[in-house]
């Protein structure tokens, strides 16, 4: 078993080897229109943290709290 694993590991690195080397092709890495739509897609995501962040706030008061009020039938 560790052969069969340390030959796996040995071939892929030798043949990844070259995929390592080469450079990256695009000169910028992108453009600013591709910076605003990560940009975006980043502020629809914190927005939804911040509700989702209260309401488990809430959930883990209403466990943990200890309220001693007993409920009455009428």
């Given amino acids: 078993m ?6 796996t590991l ?9 995929a390592f080397a080469a450079g990256s092709s695009s000169a910028s890495g ?5 910076s605003l739509f990560i940009g975006f897609f980043a502020l629809i ?8 962040t209260i309401m488990l706030v809430g959930i883990l008061k209403g466990l943990f709290s200890r309220d001693s009020k007993e409920v009455t039938g009428h």
């Fill in 10 to 18: 040995i071939a892929l690195i030798t043949f990844s080897s070259s």
């Fill in 2 to 7: 560790k052969n069969t694993l340390r030959n």
């Fill in 45 to 52: 995501i914190v927005c939804q943290l911040v509700p989702a």
């Fill in 30 to 34: 992108g453009g600013l229109l591709l």
